[in-house]
T-cell receptor
Framework: GAGVSQSPSNKVTEKGKDVELRCDPI?????LYWYRQSLGQGLEFLIY????????KSGLPSDRFSAERTGGSVSTLTIQRTQQEDSAVYLC????????????????FGAGTRLSVL | AQSVSQHNHHVILSEAASLELGCNYS??????LFWYVQYPGQHLQLLLK??????LVKGIKGFEAEFIKSKFSFNLRKPSVQWSDTAEYFC????????????FGTGTKLQVIP
């Protein structure tokens, strides 16, 4: 597609429920990133994919968070047993590659999924 | 590990005032540097970037940033801000060899008063 697409744009869930957030990167981009943006917290890195593998998942805040990427394209971020502190905007970005540096590292962001846990 | 510090969390300026937003990073090697901007209700988007060469880089909408290697800084500037510059600005750094994740600063919210 023309840009990074995320769905849903808004998600309201009850505490304790599981949620899945989807990211469809720009076609041909091998690197995919998930971030969380909370009030006053800036951009918090969650996980990075190069292709289907995740060489860096150091930002996942707990084992309730997981992500996968299939076919080197779409990625799903899953939050199990959601808590109120999980409420935030979850952003996905893609870049041509996570390797080599330079222009290939420029990240293109989706509009995000606003998650509200009641 | 690399890190990025943005000193100002919230800046309020009147239109036509000059802007300088601070960004410092910690990494000893060769870096690529970015400023991203998020206008209200819009996606994060690239404002400008530094890879190599002239340390003074020009971006969109009259923004520029200067890479000062000795100070590990990449401050963002604009001589005269407009109301439409109201946004949140993020500095980011990545070291230029091999895989390294892009590290973002915590952001600076700029409010321009007409």
């Amino acid at each position: 597609g023309a840009g990074v697409s995320q769905s849903p744009s808004n998600k309201v869930t009850e505490k304790g429920k599981d949620v899945e957030l989807r990211c469809d990167p720009i076609s041909g981009h091998t690197a995919l990133y998930w971030y969380r943006q909370s009030l006053g917290q800036g951009l918090e890195f969650l996980i990075y994919f190069q292709g289907n593998s995740a060489p860096d998942k150091s930002g996942l805040p707990s084992d309730r968070f997981s992500a996968e990427r299939t076919g080197g394209s779409v990625s799903t971020l899953t939050i199990q047993r959601t808590q109120q502190e999980d409420s935030a905007v979850y952003l996905c970005a893609s870049s041509l590659t996570g390797l080599a540096g330079g222009a290939k590292n420029i990240q293109y962001f989706g509009a995000g999924t606003r998650l509200s846990v009641l | 590990a690399q890190s990025v510090s943005q000193h100002n969390h919230h800046v309020i300026l009147s239109e036509a005032a000059s802007l300088e937003l601070g960004c410092n990073y910690s990494y000893g090697g060769t870096v690529n540097l970015f400023w991203y901007v998020q206008y209200p209700g819009q996606h994060l988007q690239l404002l400008l970037k530094y890879f190599s060469g002239d340390p003074l880089v020009k971006g969109i909408k009259g923004f520029e940033a200067e890479f000062i290697k000795s100070k590990f800084s990449f401050n963002l500037r604009k001589p005269s801000v407009q109301w439409s510059d109201t946004a949140e600005y993020f500095c980011a750094v990545v070291n230029s060899g091999g895989y390294q994740k892009v590290t973002f600063g915590t952001g600076t919210k700029l409010q321009v008063i007409p």
